[in-house]
């Protein structure tokens, strides 16, 4: 079947990663300090999180702006990120419809 084998029910078909609640401290490097996340959450995942939002902090200070806090927003998923000397700490907070019950 070609390419259209990788949208069958092939043997390596993977199932959607599910997005879990937690939390997780970063340094100014981006390395992982602390998590309350589960294991099976991937740590690129974590750096996917993370990079954008130390980079967020990071162009704040050397604007001399203040920014001690930064809330985003999906449809599935709220991310709260506070400012730790460089660092940051990360909430993830799923919610949805499934998640309301």
């Known amino acids: 079947m070609g390419i259209l084998d990788i949208f069958g029910k092939g043997?390596?078909?993977a199932k959607p990663l599910e997005i879990p609640a937690g939390t997780f401290t970063v340094d100014?490097?981006?390395?992982l300090l602390s998590s309350t996340l589960p294991t099976s959450f991937p740590e690129e995942c974590i750096a996917q999180i993370s990079?954008?939002?130390l980079a967020a902090?990071?162009?704040a200070h050397a604007s001399h702006q203040p920014l001690s806090e930064l809330v985003i927003n999906y449809s599935a998923l709220r991310i709260t990120a506070k400012e730790m000397r460089g660092g940051a700490m990360v909430f993830l907070a799923p919610h949805g419809p499934e998640r309301q019950e």
């Open 57 to 59: 902090f990071a162009r």
């Open 51 to 53: 990079q954008p939002v």
């Open 11 to 13: 043997k390596g078909e």
């Open 28 to 31: 100014k490097h981006g390395h």
